[in-house]
């Protein structure tokens, strides 16, 4: 009974000295709301695509002998698509790959856009009929029979928490973009 007792003075008293704690200072006010990234959907869809064309545009200056051509690649994507990309070009400088040609952005949809997060996706058709693989026999790796054009969903987010720069996170085959080429 008295072991009882002690328990409930000292639990008393710990309640009384948290509820004393709070009300000592004021209040500390509530976080602020975070702002979002971009002032518009325009201005978020303007630095997607122009995130995406800097992509394509590093993509078309990878020597895959060469392996610090690939930097510039990495440095505009992130996620699972930055593993991705790195897991693809050491295994093409590994075997002894290169490639020949360019890919050109042939048409690019704004898609969706979360101002708050900054997350934001494009449809894209990026033509690819005169890029080329080649093996180290110099013989193409590229199926002669794939269409020239690609329709693509690409989505982007910040590189990191209140950077206002996107990187390229994913990219898959689109099934909403049926004109492309």
């Known amino acids: 009974m008295r072991a009882i007792r002690r328990i409930t003075v000292v639990v008393s008293l710990a309640l009384a000295a948290a509820a004393m704690g709070g009300c000592t200072g004021p209040a500390s006010p509530p976080p602020p709301e975070p702002a979002p990234l971009f002032a518009s959907d325009e201005e978020a869809f303007a630095a997607a695509e122009a995130t995406y064309r800097a992509y394509v545009a590093a993509s078309n200056r990878i020597d895959v002998g060469d392996p610090k051509s690939f930097e510039p690649v990495f440095d505009l994507t992130g996620g699972s698509l930055n593993a991705a990309d790195r897991k693809t070009l050491a295994g093409m400088y ?73 990187r390229a996170i994913q990219i898959e085959p689109s099934e909403e973009l049926v004109e492309c080429g």
């Open 94 to 166: 590994a075997d002894g790959y290169r490639t020949g040609g360019q890919m050109v952005i042939d048409k690019v949809v704004p898609r969706e856009v979360s101002l708050l997060r900054g997350e934001v996706s494009l449809d894209v058709c990026l033509y690819v009929g005169d890029a080329y693989l080649y093996d180290v026999n110099g013989v193409s790796v590229v199926d002669a029979a794939r269409n020239p054009f690609q329709a693509l969903t690409v989505s982007f987010s910040p590189g990191l928490p209140g950077e206002t720069v996107l």
